[in-house]
């Protein structure tokens, strides 16, 4: 399998005859308009876009939002953006940034932050509750504009996180919204457009974990025994610094990560390097969270016992679901039952990666290859490739467990609310959105990121159902993509259902069909990988809310070159 994955990557490569020419562009472009290149200065957000006319973005700050004395909140907190200190590794500690959050009204279990991490902190609310947010900016980078989105929320278009209300250091926006959304995992990040990848990259990232009755009278396994796992990867310089693009892989290399997404070689689970989670001998429920730049994760454990799974992105699956892996892109969830009844103390087992193909079949110019060619520095998805195998986290069975063995898992939970495609006002004319790549940009039909604007193939109508086919075009003649890159899109405001996926190009087959087992397609979904060439079509629902919301690919290196718009709901 392996070896079978080098030959492949390094017949793209040898194919690849353009090489020198492909980096004469490059510099020339690097010296431009290349986005990531220019650190400190990276919120002038129309990075990578020299085609068409310059579009303004935000370039100034939105002024914030006070509260509204009108509004009742249940739950009222302060959340800010900070700059910190944390240990991680031996010596020096690592700067960060993250969310340090406080719970002005509610209980104080609102709120857990993990120690010594910048993931965090992860907010439980219950469906129903009007919710409070009072976001300050307190990154000490004064470009630093940042705004906080709710993924998988279903949410007014002024309380989203739009990339346009992205607010300056020491101004607070103040969000207030009622929690409409189903029971389960979902997550807040940073999203000003240009920036978010090195936001979020820096640590900016918690969890938002809802509740509801349906839920709670199923007794799944609770407090401690309830732990969310958020799974990134990271690079560190020699001093023990988070190194991003820019900051020592060399240009060419920091251009190659900005087109195809940052991939770094430490594997982190909730903000920790070498994660352990030490576990008693019962019933887990494990809240999974993918908060990488663009890595995918093909999930399993180490000894092959099969996962369970009883929730995606929107919330609980009907019944559990068996899989031997799990396919986890950028910005999906899944949740996992795990009964480590079984075990005996002093047991371990791995959370790993597995071998796959095909999410990455840019070819790589050869002078990136290696550092003995004396022309380039080491390329920066090297180190730990995409596809490569890797341990994700060690489980020790630390303790007996009173109730061991003593839990079932319920056969059914709570009934997924599904859409019927004969509701669809264009069942059999999906509305398209065709992804490809074009003198260095990244495109939704044809297009780029262009701010407030949504076209008019992107107007919806309130309370309507619609099929939408997304399609990732190979596009052969363009130097980046001969054979294209998977994007992770993401639909904000809305959980919708996966009804078909098709593979264009026969020869991508055999990549396909090393992750396609581990799509959760049966759950609801705000956040699915589409692979090259591949057409998947979805079925959404538009309700309560009109107004402008983004759609992405959640690779937050083609986010921020421009692989994002707005669609309006009207
Ligand atoms: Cu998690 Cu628009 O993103
Ligand atoms: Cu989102
Ligand atoms: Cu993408």
Request: some cysteine; glycine content about 10%.
């Given at each position: 399998?392996?070896?079978?994955?080098?030959?492949?990557?390094?017949?793209?490569?040898?194919?690849?005859?353009?090489?020198?020419?492909?980096?004469?562009?490059?510099?020339?472009?690097?010296?431009?308009?290349?986005?990531?290149?220019?650190?400190?200065?990276?919120?002038?957000?129309?990075?990578?876009?020299?085609?068409?006319?310059?579009?303004?973005?935000?370039?100034?700050?939105?002024?914030?939002?006070?509260?509204?004395?009108?509004?009742?909140?249940?739950?009222?907190?302060?959340?800010?953006?900070?700059?910190?200190?944390?240990?991680?590794?031996?010596?020096?500690?690592?700067?960060?940034?993250?969310?340090?959050?406080?719970?002005?009204?509610?209980?104080a279990s609102i709120i857990t932050q993990l120690p010594n991490s910048s993931i965090g902190p992860i907010i439980r609310l219950k469906k129903g509750q009007k919710v409070r947010v009072r976001f300050t900016n307190k990154l000490p980078d004064k470009n630093a504009h940042s705004v906080v989105h709710w993924h998988g929320l279903h949410l007014p278009e002024d309380m989203d996180g739009h990339p346009r209300i992205a607010i300056a250091p020491d101004s607070t926006y103040t969000y207030e919204f009622e929690v409409k959304d189903r029971a389960g995992t979902y997550w807040f990040h940073p999203h000003p457009h240009g920036e978010t990848a090195r936001q979020v990259f820096r640590g900016l990232a918690g969890l938002l974990i809802v509740s509801d009755a349906e839920e709670q009278a199923l007794g799944l396994p609770s407090g401690e025994f309830d732990v969310p796992l958020v799974i990134q990867d990271r690079t560190f310089n020699a001093d023990n610094?988070?190194?991003?693009?820019?900051?020592?892989?060399?240009?060419?290399?920091?251009?190659?990560?900005?087109?195809?997404?940052?991939?770094?070689?430490?594997?982190?689970?909730?903000?920790?390097?070498?994660?352990?989670?030490?576990?008693?001998?019962?019933?887990?429920?494990?809240?999974?969270?993918?908060?990488?730049?663009?890595?995918?994760?093909?999930?399993?454990?180490?000894?092959?016992?099969?996962?369970?799974?009883?929730?995606?992105?929107?919330?609980?699956?009907?019944?559990?679901a068996q899989r031997n892996y799990v396919t986890l892109s950028?910005?999906?969830?899944?949740?996992?039952?795990?009964d480590f009844s079984k075990r005996n103390v002093g047991d371990s087992l791995k959370l790993v990666s597995m071998v796959f193909?095909?999410?990455?079949?840019?070819?790589?110019?050869?002078?990136?290859?290696?550092?003995?060619?004396?022309?380039?520095?080491?390329?920066?998805?090297?180190?730990?490739?995409?596809?490569?195998?890797?341990?994700?986290?060690?489980?020790?069975?630390?303790?007996?467990?009173?109730?061991?063995?003593?839990?079932?898992?319920?056969?059914?939970?709570?009934?997924?609310?599904?859409?019927?495609?004969?509701?669809?006002?264009?069942?059999?004319?999906?509305?398209?959105?065709?992804?490809?790549?074009?003198?260095?940009?990244?495109?939704?039909?044809?297009?780029?990121?262009?701010?407030?604007?949504?076209?008019?193939?992107?107007?919806?109508?309130?309370?309507?159902?619609?099929?939408?086919?997304?399609?990732?075009?190979?596009?052969?003649?363009e130097m980046m993509d001969p054979m294209g890159m998977a994007h992770p899109i993401h639909i904000h405001g809305v959980q919708f259902q996966v009804i078909e996926r098709k593979l264009a190009v026969p020869e991508l087959q055999s990549g396909y069909d090393t992750v396609r087992a581990g799509f959760m397609d049966e759950g609801l979904k705000d956040t699915f990988l589409l692979m090259p060439s591949e057409r998947v079509k979805v079925l959404l629902h538009f309700s309560d809310f009109t107004g402008k919301f983004v759609y992405h690919c959640h690779n937050l290196e083609h986010e921020d070159q421009g692989l994002m718009r707005n669609y309006q709901v009207q």
């Open positions: 399998m392996k070896n079978k994955l080098i030959t492949r990557r390094r017949l793209l490569r040898t194919s690849f005859s353009g090489s020198l020419l492909f980096l004469a562009g490059c510099a020339k472009s690097a010296t431009t308009t290349m986005p990531g290149m220019n650190h400190g200065n990276m919120n002038h957000g129309n990075m990578g876009q020299r085609s068409s006319a310059a579009t303004p973005m935000a370039m100034t700050a939105h002024p914030g939002r006070a509260l509204n004395p009108a509004f009742t909140p249940d739950v009222d907190i302060a959340l800010s953006a900070i700059q910190t200190d944390i240990v991680l590794l031996p010596g020096k500690a690592t700067q960060v940034w993250k969310y340090d959050g406080q719970v002005i009204k509610g209980e610094q988070l190194q991003y693009l820019g900051t020592g892989a060399g240009m060419m290399g920091s251009m190659m990560a900005q087109m195809m997404g940052f991939l770094g070689d430490k594997i982190l689970v909730n903000g920790r390097i070498n994660a352990e989670l030490a576990v008693a001998t019962r019933a887990y429920r494990l809240r999974l969270l993918n908060g990488s730049n663009s890595r995918i994760y093909k999930l399993a454990w180490s000894d092959g016992t099969p996962l369970i799974v009883i929730g995606t992105d929107g919330g609980l699956l009907d019944k559990a950028p910005g999906e969830r899944v949740e996992l039952f795990a193909e095909g999410a990455e079949n840019v070819p790589v110019p050869a002078a990136y290859q290696s550092q003995s060619s004396g022309m380039m520095p080491m390329a920066m998805n090297e180190a730990l490739p995409m596809g490569h195998a890797f341990d994700v986290m060690t489980v020790k069975v630390a303790r007996d467990d009173a109730q061991r063995g003593s839990y079932t898992l319920p056969s059914a939970f709570s009934p997924v609310p599904r859409l019927k495609i004969g509701d669809a006002i264009n069942a059999a004319r999906p509305r398209t959105f065709e992804i490809d790549h074009v003198m260095m940009n990244w495109r939704i039909n044809g297009k780029q990121w262009e701010g407030d604007i949504a076209a008019p193939e992107e107007q919806v109508k309130l309370n309507t159902t619609e099929v939408w086919e997304f399609v990732n075009k190979l596009n052969l003649k």
